[in-house]
């Protein structure tokens, strides 16, 4: 894995989403601000894992990977809607990401800074960021990319 990876976020998938029980509510808005990126490493055949940190943005490297430096980040996003509506953000638990020859990597362990009842602010905004782990099994190379869907709903 000699190549920057980053993972990309679906656009929102609940904009325009209306409640059947409250048709009047201001629709949620899911914006990303930055894209979760690992930036550059090497592995050897044993693999490893490289971690980013959702809070700091540190990036981590474990087993046989080695940094190559660069600039890794943890990704941002910002819900809009009503202020102070409680909401409910998913993601999911892990994603595949592919190069353009086919080899395969896996983001794990995805996570966010979102306290445990996350709400919207009094602006109707909540912003978190998110990280997870790189696992890179056996001796891959190229760029590798993937999308990280994120849903919000009001509860």
Same mark, same amino acid.
């Given at each position: 894995m000699a190549a920057p990876a980053a993972a990309k976020v679906d !656009?929102?998938?609940t904009c325009n989403q209306r409640s059947a029980r409250d048709p !009047?509510?201001? %629709?949620?808005?899911? @914006? &990303?601000?930055?894209?979760? !990126? =690992?930036?550059? #490493?090497? #592995? $050897?055949a044993g693999g490893g894992v490289v971690k980013i940190d959702p809070a700091t943005g540190t990036r981590q490297v474990s087993g046989n990977v080695v940094d190559l430096g660069g600039s890794a980040f943890a990704g941002s996003a910002v819900v809009t809607g009503e202020p102070g509506r409680p909401v409910r953000v998913e993601? %999911? #638990?892990? &994603?595949a990401m592919k190069n353009a020859s086919g080899g395969e990597i896996e983001i794990s362990n995805i996570r966010s800074n979102l306290p445990p009842a996350p709400k919207l602010d009094g =602006?109707?905004?909540? @912003? =978190? $960021?998110?990280?997870g782990d790189l696992v890179v099994r056996g001796n891959v190379t190229g760029t590798f990319r993937g999308r990280i869907p994120i849903t919000a709903q009001y509860e």
């Open positions: !656009d929102c998938l !009047d509510h201001k %629709p949620l808005t899911v @914006e &990303i601000r930055s894209q979760l !990126d =690992f930036s550059r #490493a090497v #592995a $050897s993601m %999911p #638990a892990r &994603i =602006f109707g905004k909540l @912003e =978190f $960021s998110f990280g």
